[in-house]
Nanobody, 119 residues
Framework: QVQLVESGGGLVQPGGSLRLSCAAS????????MGWYRQAPGKQRELVAT???????KYGDFVTGRFTISGDNAKNAVYLQMNSLKPEDTAVYYC?????????????WGQGTQVTVSS
């Protein structure tokens, strides 16, 4: 049973920083894409950032250089460094681990961690 354990959310003032972590346990993966999506109240879930096992990254358009994703293959973990946070970054952030290159590849979600940006 694959589990994604997230940590690092919380309350931060505008302009501040947070670092999210997500670690996968229960299996090892050779080909995967792992990263973060977010969902604000009343909005659809959207891409924040992902990284593949080979280090290729992808970011949502709104990131504009403020966030950096990194990975640790040995630990099956990813980290999201978020800087210059804005109130509109407030959302539940979900960790995702999937194989997007095969039909019906695995697709796992974490339970979500709340990020609130407010003064």
């Amino acid at each position: 049973q694959v589990q994604l354990v997230e940590s690092g959310g919380g309350l931060v003032q505008p302009g501040g920083s947070l670092r999210l972590s997500c670690a996968a346990s229960g299996s090892r993966f050779n080909a995967y894409e792992m990263g973060w999506y977010r969902q604000a109240p009343g909005k659809q879930r959207e891409l924040v950032a992902t990284i593949t096992g080979r280090g290729a990254t992808k970011y949502g358009d709104f990131v504009t250089g403020r966030f950096t994703i990194s990975g640790d293959n040995a630990k099956n973990a990813v980290y999201l460094q978020m800087n210059s946070l804005k109130p509109e970054d407030t959302a539940v952030y979900y960790c995702n681990l999937r194989n997007p290159w095969v039909i019906e590849g695995f697709n796992y979600w974490g339970q979500g961690t709340q990020v609130t940006v407010s003064s």
